[in-house]
């Protein structure tokens, strides 16, 4: 995932974007070709993981309600984070119950459907 902060003019853009990588180093700001990714079968870890982030994105948008939703928005907002560049940065609410849920489900555990205190 490319990162770019946007202010006018751009800053800095880094990361990984279609075939193309920008990086900021000793070199200044560039951009790479990335290189060609050879095609394997997922192994049974990458595939657990795959399906854990399937199910919490489901139950999420399907199984809980409004006020449940409501609820992760407002943890979201109330527990900001830092990106790898030291930013603040703000958890959507499915990513906020991806957050708290995805070590349950790698476990087998049932979702939380309401945010932690």
């Not at 995932?1 to 974007?17: C, F, L, N």
């Not at 948008?61 to 603040?88: C, F, M, V, Y």
């Amino acid at each position: 995932m490319a990162m770019v902060k946007t202010t006018s003019p751009i800053i800095q853009i880094q990361g990984k974007v279609g075939g193309e990588v920008w990086r900021y180093d000793q070199c200044g700001q560039h951009v790479q070709a990335s290189p060609r990714i050879i095609e394997h079968q997922p192994t049974k870890k990458q595939q657990l993981v795959r399906n854990c982030f399937r199910k919490v994105w489901i139950f999420f948008l399907s199984e809980l309600t409004s006020n449940e939703q409501d609820q992760w928005r407002i943890w979201a907002n109330n527990h900001p984070i830092k990106n790898h560049k030291g930013e603040t940065v703000y958890y959507t609410p499915p990513n906020a119950f991806a957050h708290i849920n995805l070590p349950r489900c790698h476990h087998g555990l049932e979702f939380v459907r309401t945010p932690p205190e």
